[in-house]
């Protein structure tokens, strides 16, 4: 049973850049929520996604996009790249648009330079 | 605002002895909560959550959490630490019928032989 998976693993851009990073949930997992967790911090919500649409945003601004698609993947974009976008980019997965019960990847790691 | 705060940036056990790692919460009504652990380079894994109902909760890897409506706490415990368990520790909260769940900021443990 696969668990949640993330691509890439590690990632370096330069500011200004945009960067599209992936998530597949778990086998059965149909909601999608993204976290930031910046050096030394607890991870802070960015997003959910469940039946293909963003249900509920945490405090980012809108440069930070996402997308679910109908096998129930998910993209999180992020636009015009700052330094302080650097942190590790969680994706969790969950069932029927319950967060209660969540299953974390490994993450990806975003340096902006 | 809701909040969930873990008022120790780091703790060091000896190994073999107790550990209790604090956590508090601030929301209108009580939330579910949870226990999330995090190794180095690694994503979160659930430790144990409280919906309601006994509060004492036993998790996984031999760790134990208490719930305490009139401390707004839900700490977490294990009575003989092994050096394995050297991670970072975070505790996290959801409004019931939510989808944000906020994180403290977390508490890593060091284990000394």
């Known amino acids: 049973d696969a668990g949640v998976t993330q691509s890439p693993t590690h990632l370096i851009k330069t500011r200004g850049q945009q960067v599209t990073l992936r998530c597949s949930p778990k086998?059965?997992?149909?909601?999608v929520s993204w976290y930031q967790q910046a050096l030394g911090q607890g991870p802070q919500f960015i997003f959910q996604?469940?039946?293909?649409?963003?249900?509920q945003r945490g405090n980012f601004p809108d440069r930070f996009s996402g997308h679910q698609f109908p096998n129930y993947s998910s993209e999180l974009n992020v636009n015009a790249l700052l330094l302080g976008d650097s942190a590790l980019y969680l994706c969790?997965?969950?069932?029927?648009?319950?967060?209660?019960?969540?299953?974390f990847g490994p993450g990806t790691r975003l340096t902006v330079t | 605002a809701q909040s969930v705060t873990q008022p120790d940036i780091h703790i060091t056990v000896s190994e073999g002895a107790s550990l209790e790692l604090r956590c508090n919460y601030s929301?209108?009504?009580?939330?579910?909560l949870f226990w999330y652990v995090q190794s180095p380079g690694q994503g979160l894994q659930l430790l144990l959550k409280?919906?309601?109902?006994?509060?004492l909760v036993q998790g996984i890897k031999g760790f134990e959490a208490e719930f305490k409506r009139s401390q707004s706490s839900f700490n977490l415990r294990k009575p003989s630490v092994h050096w394995s368990d050297a991670a970072e520790y975070f505790c996290?909260?959801?409004?019931?019928?939510?989808?944000?769940?906020?994180f403290g900021a977390g508490t890593r443990l060091f284990v000394k032989a």
């Open positions: 969790a997965s969950s069932l029927n648009g319950l967060s209660y019960e969540q299953y």
């Open positions: 086998s059965g997992h149909d909601t």
């Open positions: 996604y469940y039946e293909e649409e963003e249900r």
């Open positions: 929301y209108g009504a009580t939330p579910y």
């Open positions: 409280y919906f309601s109902g006994d509060t």
């Open positions: 996290a909260g959801i409004n019931t019928g939510g989808f944000k769940t906020i």
